[in-house]
């Protein structure tokens, strides 16, 4: 995820356009993939590790991850009733 987002960074100006309202869906599409794919290496890694911290505080370490990539995902829900759940 690092190399990912080194890269992009690298290239900010270009993957704006790419990845803008009038981007590139070819380019758009493969982003999303890697994005997936980092998330479930995440939960993978969580998992095999048999679940070190609570689903709560992986959407709080993950989140901001997913949100540099302005994925739209869903956000982690910070307040104290909100448990484990995810709002939009």
């Given at each position: 995820?690092?190399?990912?987002?080194?890269?992009?960074?690298?290239?900010?100006?270009?993957?704006?356009?790419?990845?803008?309202?009038?981007?590139?869906?070819?380019?758009?599409?493969?982003?999303?993939?890697?994005?997936a794919g980092a998330?479930?290496?995440?939960?993978?890694?969580?998992?095999?590790?048999?679940?070190?911290?609570?689903?709560?505080?992986?959407?709080?370490?993950t989140?901001?991850?997913?949100?540099?990539?302005?994925?739209?995902?869903?956000?982690p829900d910070?307040?104290?009733?909100?448990?484990?759940?995810?709002?939009?």
């Amino acid at each position: 995820m690092q190399t990912f987002l080194t890269v992009l960074a690298k290239h900010a100006s270009l993957y704006r356009g790419l990845l803008g309202p009038q981007g590139s869906a070819r380019v758009i599409n493969r982003v999303q993939r890697r994005i997936a794919g980092a998330l479930v290496g995440v939960a993978t890694d969580w998992l095999q590790r048999d679940c070190p911290h609570t689903p709560s505080e992986m959407a709080m370490l993950t989140w901001p991850l997913l949100s540099v990539c302005g994925s739209g995902a869903y956000a982690p829900d910070t307040s104290a009733s909100a448990g484990t759940s995810m709002n939009r």
